[in-house]
């Protein structure tokens, strides 16, 4: 059974940095496409990066420059730095694993206050 738990949330002012992490289970990590979501109250979630097994990665128009992905197969957890934040990046950020085993965390709420 697929676990994703997200770790490091929580309320920075503007212009602060976070870091979360994302500890997978059950499932063969280094193989996985990885990635993480935010969904802001009363939007959708959106993607805000994603990494590939191979280490390439992709990232929203909205974060370029400012956060970075990675990961660590040795320990099987993905990562989210956060920095420059800004207030329109408060959402509850979640963990997301792809094919083959497809799954969500329960989600990290990130609020920044200006």
């Known amino acids: 059974q697929v676990q994703l738990v997200e770790s490091g949330g929580g309320l920075v002012q503007a212009g602060g940095s976070l870091r979360l992490s994302c500890a997978a289970s059950?499932?063969?990590?280094?193989?996985?496409?990885m990635g993480w979501y935010r969904q802001a109250p009363g939007k959708q979630r959106e993607l805000v990066a994603t990494?590939?097994?191979?280490?390439?990665?992709v990232y929203a128009d909205s974060v370029k420059g400012r956060f970075t992905i990675s990961r660590d197969n040795a320990k099987n957890q993905v990562y989210l730095q956060m920095n420059s934040l800004k207030p329109e990046d408060t959402a509850v950020y979640y963990c997301?694993?792809?094919?083959?085993?497809?799954?969500w965390g329960q989600g990290t709420q990130v609020t920044v206050s200006s």
């Open positions: 997301r694993s792809f094919n083959p085993s497809w799954s």
């Open positions: 990494i590939r097994s191979g280490g390439s990665t």
């Open positions: 059950g499932i063969t990590f280094s193989i996985h496409t």
